[in-house]
């Protein structure tokens, strides 16, 4: 067991390298990703502080075009906790007392089961637990949602495809871990295309590479839309002469992020078909290659066109940006 201090789980979040210990294999866990168990009293659940983290966990994943909440919440009382929860793969445990000076959080890895996540916060009264997720609530969401991501590039790299990988590396110069799940679909030049087709969804994912004629940092939305609608219309709609393009519906969100010490450019916005009906939710990763002068596009789009939320789209469009977080290129 690995026991935090809130101040490290702060800090293990914002680097995204929780993991759990070495020793004893223990048994799978349960639960579906992206879905959390609160264990707590009744009164205690349904007061404030139950409300503060319905509220915080509740919110609504962000540029998707069908309303999902960050994570499906699940209850029990602690008289049930061992009997129905424990080997669940993420738990919430809220506890109050006289006991406890003051407020405080702990997080403990593969305790019952693995791989497994379980955060006590404790507290003197109700009031003050209250007060205290108001504060800490956002952050305690992003350690739970960066602790699933790494699950998933865990088993990306475990369960990647090697022809896939040696494809890309030798296309594009970089490494990128695509699960044995995914198909190529098109080869050209400084363009490959790879997706995942289901049932009910697709998962994708676009690589294209053109001249660095600004450099990433300074390129406008416009600019970078532009070069993301050139590379995408290569891929085919259903309908004779169809193909993707950028949705402009809603203007694509841009922010900078660094990743492992290298500065990309993020899109997040929505894709449409030309001379068709389809859609759904992409995001692009832009970053400037020193060694070859050019920039690199990652752009990974997910389509489930599924009634009354039947098939989340927040787990596929979650893939897609873990998968984005295995990708090494060389300085």
Request: charged letters at 20%; one cysteine or more; aromatic letters at 12%.
């Amino acid at each position: 067991m690995k026991r935090i201090t809130w101040i490290l789980v702060s800090l293990v979040a914002a680097v995204g390298t929780a993991c759990g210990p070495s020793g004893p294999v223990k048994a799978p866990s349960s639960g579906r990703a992206y879905e959390l168990f609160v264990v707590a009293p009744t009164e205690l659940w349904e007061g404030p502080a139950g409300d503060t983290v319905r509220a915080i966990f509740s919110q609504e994943v962000e540029r998707i075009n069908q309303p999902e909440p960050l994570f499906d919440l699940l209850s029990v009382p602690p008289t049930n906790f061992q009997k129905t929860v424990s080997r669940h793969r993420n738990i919430l445990i809220l506890r109050t007392g006289a006991q406890y000076e003051r407020s405080d959080m702990t997080a403990a890895y593969d305790v019952y089961s693995a791989p497994q996540l379980q955060v006590t916060v404790t507290s003197p009264s109700a009031d003050s637990m209250a007060a205290f997720l108001h504060t800490y609530g956002q952050e305690l969401e992003l350690f739970y949602e960066i602790v699933e991501r790494n699950r998933f590039i865990a088993q990306a790299r475990k369960h990647s495809d090697p022809e896939i990988g040696t494809l890309i590396r030798e296309k594009f110069g970089f490494e990128m871990s695509i699960p044995s799940n995914y198909r190529v679909r098109l080869d050209t030049t400084d363009f490959l295309w790879v997706s995942y087709e289901l049932p009910l969804a697709s998962i994708g994912f676009l690589i294209y590479t053109y001249p660095a004629d600004s450099i990433v940092t300074d390129a406008t939305t416009g600019w970078l839309v532009a070069a993301r609608n050139g590379a995408v219309r290569q891929v085919p709609g259903p309908s004779k002469g169809s193909y993707m393009s950028t949705s402009t519906i809603v203007p694509p969100d841009r922010k900078l992020l660094t990743i492992d010490g290298r500065q990309w450019t993020q899109l997040r916005g929505f894709w449409d078909v030309k001379g068709d009906f389809m859609g759904g939710p992409f995001i692009n990763y832009t970053t400037y290659d020193g060694a070859t002068g050019r920039l690199i596009a990652i752009d990974g789009y997910v389509y489930s066109p599924s009634p009354n939320n039947q098939v989340p789209m927040r787990n596929y469009i979650r893939q897609v940006e873990a998968i984005f977080r295995t990708v090494r290129i060389p300085e």
